[in-house]
């Protein structure tokens, strides 16, 4: 007979692979490692990956200081979303841990404002240089973002223990930032060395938006997720060449 255990590791390993069938691109295979590299990057929500969303909030029960991740059967598009009061880690293959979370301040939208984010862009490799060019729209007016490179291992570890985050560019988290124009639209162009490392076997490698709710960044770091730092928007990186 098979464990409760066993069977959320099951339903895990095919969540993420089903999210990397669905959102890796068709240029996943390529043919050298030092050839040129170019690829579109169509970026998603946690929701359109089959997870809830990881740092926006609803408040379920009104009056009870407490809030949820929002998830596929939340329809209300006018529902406000809020921050959490602690920072919240994130959990994305757990479907228990949608909540209850300590209620922190609004954050001034409606989940239709959050749903709004948007983007697309091209990631290329010529040697060891690389160059990412992307545009955002439906963003927070005026709202101050950061760019990261980020990896999740496969199949990932039970009790999940996050990501590793690293600022696009410079290490320091100098080169990740951008803002929103008032109406919502961004557009980041960079220029880095080394390229990004690409997914594996191991692990499944991507580029995502980082918002900032605080209007502040905190270098390297990405900041309290939850209660100052929320994910809207990531896509996922193809498989290095040479793996089958």
């Not at 895990?12 to 089903?18: E, F, S």
């Not at 990956?49 to 006018?78: C, F, L, P």
């Not at 919502?184 to 490698?205: E, R, Y």
Request: charged share 20%.
């Amino acid at each position: 007979m098979r464990t409760k255990e066993a069977d959320r590791t099951k339903i895990i390993t095919l969540n993420i692979a089903v999210a990397a069938a669905l959102f890796c691109l068709a240029t996943a295979t390529l043919a050298f490692a030092d050839e040129p590299v170019s690829i579109d990057l169509a970026f998603i929500t946690h929701l359109d990956a089959n997870m809830a969303e990881q740092d926006v909030y609803i408040e379920r029960i009104k009056g009870s200081g407490e809030v949820w991740r929002v998830t596929a059967g939340d329809h209300n598009m006018n529902a406000p979303l809020y921050k959490t009061a602690v920072e919240v880690q994130h959990d994305p293959f757990n479907a228990d841990a949608v909540g209850p979370y300590p209620k922190g301040e609004p954050l001034g939208m409606t989940l239709g404002d959050w749903l709004k984010h948007s983007g697309t862009g091209r990631y290329t490799c010529n040697g060891s240089e690389g160059r990412i060019e992307m545009d955002f729209k439906g963003l927070v007016p005026n709202g101050v973002y950061t760019v990261w490179h980020a990896f999740i291992t496969i199949p990932p570890p039970v009790p999940f223990t996050g990501t590793l985050d690293i600022p696009l560019g410079a290490r320091d988290g100098s080169e990740s930032v951008f803002k929103a124009d008032r109406n919502g639209n961004a557009k980041f162009v960079h220029d880095f060395v080394p390229c990004l490392q690409m997914s594996d076997i191991w692990t499944t490698s991507m580029v995502a938006i980082n918002y900032h709710s605080d209007g502040r960044t905190y270098g390297g770091h990405p900041g309290s997720f939850g209660n100052r730092s929320h994910i809207p928007l990531f896509s996922m990186l193809p498989k290095r060449a040479g793996l089958e």
